[in-house]
């Protein structure tokens, strides 16, 4: 049937040439145009989904309105739900706190105890020094008069932890800065009650800051950082930098010279 | 407005195409300004091509004129889509080729041959007769196995491979348009090339001369 051997200068080429004839008959248009006619019109009747409606949508040049409300909405799920995330952070490392030192009640454990968490980010913002200073010694803090020591509401337990620790590190403040502690914040937290309070509070930071873990170590190293006196420098050190200065004081006077009415300088 | 400035991203490759596109841009500009009737113009104009291409890749001619008439369908339906970034032309067959290769992947196992006569007119007699030794008796009956060869070796192509060779040697595209109609490069559209046309000449070996 096939004669290959009597086909001469046939190329591939020309194979698929053949193919561009394979056409159908004019009266298959016919027929094709109907039928296209009748899924138009189908097509048209049909009820569009939604999710067809998207890139419509999308087209008519709402990428911008789409991306800033995307935006928008991102931000105001990350300001609404982050604090409350580090807290649940807090409160899953409460046991540890809890284990180093069992009179040290955290934060975190003060929120498991189910205080509102609205009023703590309320809190939180007005005081953000209060955020720094995690593990603080509720039990100290409780021990304070209530009604002298808060500007909140008085019953300290339904004060919020971060403005417990705020009180406590006012407390503090006033203790090691009572003339800044005045000017800043005023007459109405200096109660000796407080002060000491946050004595104590300070000291018994001091096991914490060797028992919990390091991150916990960090932060009770900050707090008493933040809140002690002026670092003074070592005996030593002071002895030599007044050295220092007299000398150079010494040398700065030797340079001038007063020879009757003329001032004379050296270089 | 000079049309021809529009069409920045694809190189049209001769200057009738070109004008082809221009006069199709304005026909397109028309049916997005709410003369739909002017569509129809368009699909009178394209719908053998638009045929040709996905029979060549079908080989059903059933499943041709459905796929044929979906092309047209969704092309109506996103022409308000169609910024000119292209030829209409070009933008059609992309659709036509992407409802065809999504029609190939959902039946991959059922193929069967429904075929066009092949019309000897033309040039295309003179390579009949070549292939048949023009013997009239014979004729019609080694036409009609040599056709069935040749679809059957397409069909063993895989579908990147069929789709450029059908684009270039069946409708004469160009690289860069197969290139833009198959969203891949230049380059890749010659290595398929190649590669089909060696399988080609490999699978029809017998019926081409030596």
């Known amino acids: 049937m096939s004669k290959p051997e009597q086909n001469s200068k046939v190329t591939l080429e020309d194979l698929l040439r053949l193919k561009r004839t394979e056409k159908p008959a004019p009266e298959f248009w016919v027929n094709f145009e109907q039928e296209l006619r009748q899924k138009q019109l189908t097509a048209l009747v049909q009820k569009r989904r939604w999710w067809h409606e998207v890139p419509v949508l999308l087209n008519r040049r709402l990428y911008m309105p789409a991306g800033a409300a995307a935006i928008v909405a991102f931000t105001l799920v990350t300001v609404r739900y982050s604090t409350p995330t580090q807290m649940a952070q807090l409160v899953n490392t409460a046991p540890q706190i809890a284990a180093a030192d069992p009179a040290v009640e955290t934060l975190a454990t003060t929120v498991v105890a189910g205080l509102d968490l609205e009023q703590s980010r309320h809190d939180m913002q007005t005081a953000p020094v209060a955020q720094a200073a995690v593990p603080v010694p509720v039990t100290q803090v409780a021990s304070v008069d209530d009604r002298e020591a808060s500007p909140l509401p008085a019953q300290s337990e339904l004060q919020s932890p971060p403005a417990r620790s705020l009180i406590a590190n006012l407390a503090r403040l006033e203790q090691t800065e009572p003339d800044l502690a005045n000017t800043v914040i005023g007459s109405r937290l200096s109660s000796p009650a407080r002060v000491h309070t946050a004595a104590m509070s300070q000291s018994e930071l001091a096991p914490v800051a060797h028992a919990a873990p390091s991150k916990y170590r960090l932060i009770a190293r900050y707090v008493d950082r933040a809140l002690s006196p002026e670092p003074s420098a070592p005996a030593s050190i002071r002895e030599r930098l007044a050295r220092r200065l007299g000398e150079d004081l010494g040398d700065e006077i030797s340079r001038i010279g007063v020879v009757g009415d003329r001032v004379s300088l050296k270089f | ?210």
């Not at chain 2, 308000?80 to 409802?99: D, E, M």
């Not at chain 2, 999504?102 to 075929?115: A, D, E, P, V």
């Not at chain 2, 030794?133 to 579908?159: C, P, V």
Request: a neutral charge; glycine letters at 6%.
């Open chain 2, 1 to 210: 407005m000079n049309l021809s400035k529009v069409f920045t991203k694809t190189a049209i490759s001769t200057p009738e195409r070109q004008q082809e596109a221009d006069a199709d841009l304005v026909v397109v500009r028309q049916v997005q300004a709410g003369d739909v009737a002017a569509f129809d113009r368009l699909i009178v104009k394209y719908r053998e091509r638009v045929f040709g291409v996905v029979y060549n890749l079908v080989s059903n001619r059933e499943d041709a004129a459905d796929l044929a008439q979906d092309t047209f369908i969704k092309a109506f339906k996103a022409i308000n889509r169609f910024q000119g970034g292209c030829s209409f032309f070009t933008w059609l067959y992309k659709i036509a080729v992407n409802t065809t290769l999504s029609h190939l992947r959902k039946n991959k196992m059922r193929t069967f041959f429904s075929l066009e006569k092949i019309n000897e007119e033309g040039g295309n007699a003179q390579i009949i007769d070549h292939l048949t030794d023009k013997r009239g008796a014979d004729r019609d009956t080694y036409l009609h196995e040599l056709q069935e060869k040749l679809n059957e070796a397409m069909q063993k192509l895989s579908i990147p491979h069929r789709t450029v060779i059908t684009l270039f040697e069946i409708d004469g595209l160009s690289h860069s348009e197969i290139a833009e109609v198959m969203d891949c490069s230049e380059g890749t559209v010659r290595s398929r090339l190649h590669y089909a046309k060696q399988f080609l000449q490999g699978e029809l070996g017998k019926y081409l001369s030596s």
